[in-house]
């Protein structure tokens, strides 16, 4: 028995390890070209290039200019409003230069924000980018920072590997009754797998893959959509409730759990005179949101529910009825 749990065991913490790393999706930003010439009162145009490398769908994109001064880009903002996982797409710009901008390099402040779900929470990213910029009456060629990089002819050998490997193991479980090499080839299979990818320069889409694995696996809850039905448990300990309660639901218009938060919060307080609240729209009041850690180094997590009087925050609606009560300071 302790043959195969161990490597079960083995697995699991890869992948749940695997999963963690994917938790952070990212976009990854490339110009083209990488560094801009402009005529002072004259006009360029450069391309960025967005590169999503994760599993998580990045939503409305916006690129906009926040400095310095004498330079305004087109189109203003610049807005992806869907980027699929593991795909890309380019926004081509037009930067205009005052003339009265003296010959010299500067750095171009571009402000990008995006937002992305993860089940049951959502999160919103804000990134800043530097382009170079020459401001010259010499025209200046500069390559693109967009090499293509080229495939190993050995591409099919670690996946041949892998299925000899499956291969091998079943014929030791099906003729000499050995189970444990199956567990072993899972452990290899998934240890390599993420080394090939890394080889290829695609650690993110391996650990990508091991986090939609790993996600089917424990069966992680999709957003809640549906309107929540209270417990008649719950409703029996919301009438105990004795002292006055506020709480703040923060949300945002991105946000695909929000509705359901806020639903539960207000089915709660119609059972009780004791529960008041309030719904901060994060995107509007951010200050206030990053008072009470909602929005943390630019990211942004919601939905969120804060009790105002000791301060404690709930996020995401996994297992929210019972969360909620927790948070209340009653129990079913």
């Known amino acids: 028995m302790m043959k195969r749990i161990l490597p079960l065991t083995l697995a699991g913490i ?27 009162g004259g006009e360029a145009g450069f391309r960025l290039v967005i590169e999503n490398s994760s599993v998580h769908e990045a939503d409305d994109v916006t690129v906009t200019l926040k400095g310095p001064e004498g330079f305004s880009i087109r189109p203003a903002p ?14 081509d710009f037009t930067l205009s230069a005052s003339s009265d901008l003296p010959h010299n390099r500067y750095e171009l402040l571009l402000q990008v924000v995006y937002t992305y779900c993860i089940d049951v929470s959502c999160f919103q990213i804000d990134d800043e980018l530097t382009l170079p910029v020459m401001v010259s009456e010499e025209e200046i060629m500069v390559s693109p920072i ?37 567990y072993l080839v899972l452990v ?19 650990q990508g893959i091991a986090a939609v694995l790993c996600t089917s696996c424990v069966g992680i809850e999709e957003a809640k959509h549906e309107t929540p039905k209270l417990d008649p448990f719950t409703i029996s ?16 218009p991105w946000c ?5 938060a806020e639903a539960m919060v207000e089915a709660m307080a ?10 901060i729209n994060v995107d509007e009041q951010r200050d206030l949101a990053v008072s009470y850690g909602i929005v943390r180094s630019n990211r942004t997590v919601v939905p969120a529910i804060l009790r105002l009087e000791t301060g404690e925050v709930l996020f995401g609606v996994g297992e929210l009825e019972e969360r909620l009560l927790s948070l209340l300071g009653v129990e079913k």
């Open 237 to 252: 300990a919301l009438a105990r409730l004795e002292e006055d309660v506020e709480l703040i639901v923060f949300y945002a």
């Open 270 to 279: 119609a059972q009780t005179e004791h529960i008041t609240y309030h719904f």
């Open 146 to 182: 967009l090499p293509q990089g080229k495939r190993s002819p050995l591409i099919w050998l670690a996946p041949t590997l892998g299925v000899l490997l499956i291969l091998g193991s079943i014929l030791l479980w099906r003729f000499v009754g050995l189970t444990l090499p199956l």
């Open 256 to 260: 695909h759990s929000c509705p359901y």
């Open 188 to 206: 290899l299979l998934i240890a390599g797998g993420l080394t090939y990818g890394v080889v290829l320069k695609q650690h993110e889409q391996a």
């Open 78 to 91: 610049g807005v992806i409003e869907q980027l699929a996982p593991f795909t890309n797409e380019g926004i």
């Open 14 to 40: 890869l992948l749940a390890a695997l999963a963690a790393a994917a938790q952070e999706p990212t976009l990854t930003f490339f110009f083209d070209p990488g560094e801009v010439t402009v005529t002072p």
